[in-house]
């Protein structure tokens, strides 16, 4: 959605020096861009992971809880990277992405998978089987998860197209 507030608002912070300097300088928006994809390699990896263990295809020999203990840290210590990667890339192209509607996708899919995820691991602290007599419901958090992750990759990429 693009409105005149939106616009002016991006026009505010493209009138910034953070924001000239990042412009200004052709090696900071690919190297961000790398490790932002590079991030968002690693919290998709150890997602997938957590998810295929609760669909019973991957990691049988370990209960869901020991798997999602192994791979959680990497989601939650990456997040933060992805915020301050992703506020750089918005910083250096305001209008690109905020007035962007694939951007505004990707934040919209963004909130609903942390919803889901903190669904997923929420019951796993106060019971360590919770999810293994609940199949069902785990399968398509799992499926869920995995689609609205694919969307935000989706999402992401057709920033730089729209």
């Known amino acids: 959605m693009r409105t005149k507030a939106l616009l002016d608002f991006c026009d505010a912070i493209d009138a910034t020096a953070l924001s000239q300097a990042i412009q200004n300088n052709k090696w900071v928006v690919p190297l961000v861009q790398t490790i932002h994809i590079l991030a968002i390699a690693a919290v998709l990896s150890s997602i997938l992971m957590i998810n295929l263990r609760l669909l019973k295809v991957a990691g049988l020999d370990q209960s869901l809880a020991r798997v999602s203990d192994r791979y959680r840290p990497v989601v939650w210590w ?83 197209y729209i």
């Open 78 to 160: 990456t997040l933060p990277l992805l915020l301050a990667s992703g506020l750089i890339l918005i910083i250096g192209e305001p209008a690109r992405s905020l007035a962007n509607y694939f951007f505004q996708l990707k934040m919209f899919l963004l909130v609903c998978v942390i919803i889901v995820t903190v669904l997923l691991q929420r019951p796993l602290k106060h019971d360590p089987l919770y999810w293994d007599s609940r199949t069902a419901l785990a399968g398509t958090l799992a499926v869920l998860s995995m689609a609205l992750w694919s969307g935000i990759v989706f999402a992401g990429r057709w920033i730089a």
